[in-house]
T-cell receptor, first 113, second 114 residues
């Protein structure tokens, strides 16, 4: 069975500092990988995704994630965070054999001024 | 283009009652998926409908059911409510089956069971 582990439940960071949100997955089949963001009282929004090709994927607001097959990881990074990045971030994996989207437990990013 | 809408946004029920939640996908989207979000269990997949057919189902008891109509709108029903059913129920739509297509989420329905 597939699973997703987000290693940190909360990540506090100061504004303009770099941040990394860690995500590891377990799967014996090919997967598609996603990062979603959830702002307070809102639904989830897709931040970025890895389907194939280049292992480094970027979002329009400065986040990037790198697919590492050997380490089964898909960590999310941003070189300089803003207060507005405060939200909950979910890593998700879609496995080709089950057709289900499996989410990690989420990481709350708290950006402090 | 309007986003995914869910009604009602908030709901309070008592144990033993049943509830129906509604989801209207983005126009043109034919796939609708439902998720349950709780602080303890996180986001868990309930089921997916595509063209009025259930394509996939999560590990939830039979009290949880759903359906999709010809206009792609979907409803989710929970019968014999339990306290543990209190959660945020999220609906997501996509143009095709949700294998690798981006899912667009609604704001959710917050269900409280007393």
């Amino acid at each position: 069975a597939q699973s997703v582990t987000q290693l940190d439940s909360q990540v506090p960071v100061f504004e303009e500092a770099p941040v990394e949100l860690r995500c590891n997955y377990s799967s014996s089949v090919s997967v598609y990988l996603f990062w979603y963001v959830q702002y307070p009282n809102q639904g989830l929004q897709l931040l970025l995704k890895y389907l194939s090709g280049s292992t480094l994927v970027e979002s329009i607001n400065g986040f990037e994630a790198e697919f590492n097959k050997s380490q089964t990881s898909f960590h999310l990074r941003k070189p300089s965070v803003h207060i507005s990045d405060t939200a909950e971030y979910f890593c998700a994996v879609h496995a080709s054999n089950t057709g289900k989207l499996i989410f990690g437990q989420g990481t709350t990013l708290q950006v402090k001024p | 283009k309007a986003g995914v809408t869910q009604t009602p946004r908030y709901l309070i029920k008592t144990r033993g009652q049943q509830v129906t939640l509604s989801c209207s996908p983005i126009s043109g989207h034919r796939s609708v998926s439902w998720y349950q979000q709780t602080p303890g269990q996180g986001l868990q997949f309930l089921f997916e409908y595509f063209s009025e057919t259930q394509r996939n189902k999560g590990n939830f008891p039979g009290r949880f059911s759903g359906r999709q109509f010809s206009n792609s709108r979907s409803e989710m029903n929970v019968s014999t409510l339990e306290l543990g059913d209190s959660a945020l129920y999220l609906c997501a739509s996509s143009f095709r089956e949700s294998n690798y297509n981006e899912q667009f989420f609604g704001p959710g329905t917050r269900l409280t069971v007393l």
